[in-house]
């Protein structure tokens, strides 16, 4: 059975560091692209980029290019998102992903999410 | 402002059949048959319901259907049951052709009531 067990929530502030981890499991890890998706709350959802474990060819939204980094543990099977440093407007739910074999854009498991938030 | 347009709300009554459009561009769903669905509801992760625009992952029942026309996709739910009320969010693809590396963009969401 796949699954994507994402870290903790985390109470962070302005300027700080953070890095959020997903455990993939049931899979072979190194053979699908898995990546991270934002919800604020109580808004839409964003895709942020996505990672090839097996290779760390790593695709970013424009929107996210240059604000995060996303990297690959081939030996812990962990993808992780990281900021240098955060900002208010990184509050939100942050999913981790996998996806679809065969496909492009298709999530086809979630993460539990981790919720970020962020105080000025 | 998300990349694909859905209408914020639909509703509809129990058993009734109601359809949400996505609307993108030739870049996006226009260019290819990668379009996704997928089923919020309130506090916990979104849930695949269609890819590849009309096909279904195991368990998820058939009266959730897709399809697409030229720029614009639709999920029609039939028979609609109370357990259907939630947020569905459209998905797409994108080219990168033209030097957008926006692989992949979202529909801004439609809350469906079942009245």
């Known amino acids: 059975e796949v699954q994507l067990v994402q870290s903790g929530a985390e109470v962070k502030k302005a300027g700080e560091s953070l890095k959020i981890s997903c455990k993939a499991s049931g899979y072979t890890f190194t053979s699908s692209w898995i990546g991270w998706v934002r919800q604020v709350p109580g808004k839409g959802l964003e895709w942020m980029g996505f990672i090839y474990p097996g290779d760390s060819d790593t695709r970013y939204s424009p929107s996210f290019q240059g604000q995060v980094t996303i990297s690959a543990d081939k030996s812990t099977t962990t993808a992780s998102l990281q900021w240098s440093r955060l900002k208010a407007s990184d509050t939100a739910v942050y999913y981790c992903v996998r996806v679809r074999d065969g496909d492009y854009s298709d999530f086809d498991y979630w993460g539990q999410g981790t919720l970020v938030t962020v105080s000025s | ?115």
């Not at chain 2, 609609?80 to 990168?96: I, M, T, V």
């Open chain 2, 1 to 115: 402002q998300s990349a694909l347009t859905q209408p914020p709300s639909a509703s509809g009554s129990p058993g009734q059949s109601v359809t949400i459009s996505c609307t993108g561009s030739a870049s996006d769903i226009g260019f290819s048959n990668y379009v996704s669905w997928y089923q919020q509801h309130p506090g916990k992760a979104p849930k695949p319901i269609i890819y590849q625009v009309t096909k279904r992952p195991s368990g998820v029942p058939d009266r959730f259907s897709g399809s697409k026309s030229g720029n614009t996709a639709s999920l029609t739910v039939s028979g609609l049951q109370a357990e259907d009320e939630a947020d569905y969010f459209c998905s797409s693809y994108r080219s990168s052709y033209g030097g957008n590396n926006n692989r992949v963009v979202f529909g801004g969401g439609t809350k469906l009531t079942v009245l």
